[in-house]
């Protein structure tokens, strides 16, 4: 259980266009989802945090009209990469944090597997 | 959240046990020490978290020391699929946390 999903895995597109990715948790529903993006060799760095039903939280030097989210549903978050250019392109990671009924005493917040994002 | 420092890299031969350092000298006393590995180009991915007991499960052991300062994740027998980036992160448990990730060591297991 507590399995997350994203797609597409891989995804190639010019300059100037918009590129949606999806992130589902498959088996349990998530009232919060994170957003992070990842360059080459280097960590992964949290851009925002999706509240179902409300707006997403950005952290510092994230552009919130360049990376739309939208959290409709309590298993489905979208981020909405407008207008991409090259320096856009990167690994782009969801996770989802499980609630109570669903947490075991191991873990609370469950990864997908990853979009790479090139813009060409 | 506490900040933590690991070392850039490490090798562990096969077979061996790898022991991964990790340095919260800042962690206040309700946060948690959690430990995720990232393989190439995957999600992360979860290995185990405490608070000041030792632990254990079926993918390694966690030993943090008295003061809490400090902790070692330990991979009793690595194997090459061990291979990948370990990150320690210090947060509050189950309390809306975000997990912030740091450096990470990136852990080479070699035949």
């Known amino acids: 259980g507590a399995v997350v999903s994203q797609h597409p895995s891989r995804v190639i597109c010019k300059s100037g266009t918009s590129v949606k990715i999806e992130c589902r948790s498959l088996d349990f529903q998530a009232t919060t989802m994170f957003w992070y993006r990842q360059f080459p060799k280097k960590s992964l760095m949290l851009m925002a945090t999706?509240?179902?039903?409300?707006?997403?939280?950005?952290e510092q030097g994230v552009e919130k009209d360049k990376f739309l989210i939208n959290h409709a549903s309590l298993t489905l978050s979208t981020l909405t990469v407008t207008s991409a250019h090259p320096e856009d392109s990167s690994f782009y990671i969801c996770?989802?944090?499980?609630?109570?009924?669903?947490?075991?005493?191991?873990?609370?917040?469950?990864f997908g597997p990853g979009t790479r994002l090139t813009v060409l | 959240d506490a900040k933590t420092t690991q070392p850039t890299s490490m090798d562990c031969a096969e077979g061996r046990a790898a022991n991964l350092p990790c340095n919260h000298s800042?962690?206040?006393?309700?946060?948690?020490v959690y430990w995720y590995r990232q393989i190439h180009s995957q999600g992360p991915q979860y290995i185990i978290h405490g608070l000041k007991n030792n632990e254990t499960n079926e993918m390694a052991s966690l030993i943090i020391t008295e003061d809490r300062k400090s902790s070692t994740l330990i991979l009793p027998h690595a194997t090459l699929r061990d291979t990948a980036v370990y990150y320690c992160i210090v947060k509050w448990y189950n309390q809306g946390g975000k997990l912030i990730f740091g450096q990470g060591t990136e852990l080479s297991v070699k035949p």
């Open positions: 999706s509240n179902e039903g409300s707006k997403a939280t950005y």
């Open positions: 996770s989802a944090r499980a609630p109570s009924a669903v947490v075991s005493s191991y873990n609370e917040q469950f």
């Open positions: 800042t962690i206040s006393g309700n946060e948690y």
